[in-house]
């Protein structure tokens, strides 16, 4: 639990001890997410819109390859475009199956951000053959914390289809600002993608739902060397850096 920049640790139940944030390196929020789900505005059907909206699409990330907040990823040899794409991403509290948008918002757990790695060559492949998969698998970092959904409230802007948050965010790439968005510019709420992905899988607790990207994109996706640093941030839910390993 974080408060008043202090960390309080528990067991679960308990307390155990008190820390400085300074002082600590968070875990991942969510270390064995049972399924991670990108729900990408950019891969939905062209007749999608918030007026008429369709169920969103979605495909599977590999949860084991995240890590927690300021950890270091290794730079694959396997890729000569590396890329990244920032999500935020709902954490479930429960099970369900079939479940209607109107009941869907109370499914979360908490919110948090997701900054996944892109093979770029990859994808490209990839979105040729219909089918998004080991490009997103390089790895990526969630958190740095659960924000539960009661403390965004007063950044609720619209309810119709599932809560619509006005958050600002923003990506710096070794300390620089290069894009910017807000989450309410976003095709899709949680609510239609939970509700989206109960229809055919009973979703379990622990599952992690991502939309995203959450920042304009630029006409070219920026691309990354060994050894940048990756930051996102959203306003109220913090922000989050991961950092590639140099070559060796």
């Given amino acids: 639990m974080v408060y008043s920049g202090k960390i309080y640790e528990t067991d ?3 307390p155990v001890a008190v820390h400085e944030a300074e002082a600590i390196r968070p875990l991942a929020p969510i270390p064995h997410a049972p399924s991670l789900r990108f729900f990408r505005t950019d891969l939905q059907p062209e007749s999608y819109s918030e007026s008429e909206p369709e169920e969103p699409r979605f495909f599977y990330g590999n949860p084991v390859s995240l890590v927690g907040a300021s ?3 290794n730079f694959p040899d396997s890729t000569i475009a ?9 954490v479930l509290v429960g099970d369900a199956y079939q479940i209607d948008i109107q009941d869907a918002d109370d499914l979360i757990l908490g919110i ?6 892109v093979a770029r060559d990859r994808e490209r492949i990839e979105r040729r053959n219909g089918a998004i998969g080991s490009s997103h698998d390089v790895g990526g970092a969630i958190g740095p914390v659960l924000t539960t959904p009661d403390e965004l409230e007063d950044y609720v802007t ?18 620089v600002e290069r894009l910017r968005g807000n989450l309410e510019l976003l095709p899709f ?8 992905a109960s229809q055919t899988c009973t979703l379990k607790a622990g599952d992690v739902i991502a939309l995203g990207p959450v920042v304009d994109p630029e006409l070219e996706p920026l691309l990354l060397d ?3 640093e ?3 941030a959203v306003e109220n839910l913090g922000a989050i850096s991961l950092k590639l390993s140099l070559l060796q």
């Fill in 12 to 14: 679960g139940a308990n």
């Fill in 71 to 73: 950890q270091l990823i």
């Fill in 82 to 90: 590396l890329g990244f794409e920032a999500f935020v991403a709902a």
């Fill in 112 to 117: 948090t951000l997701l900054n996944v790695l």
């Fill in 158 to 175: 619209d309810a119709a289809f599932g809560k619509r948050y006005a958050l600002s965010t923003v990506v710096r790439v070794n300390g």
């Fill in 189 to 196: 709420t949680f609510a239609q993608a939970i509700s989206s």
């Fill in 226 to 228: 060994p050894g940048d």
């Fill in 230 to 232: 990756v930051q996102l």
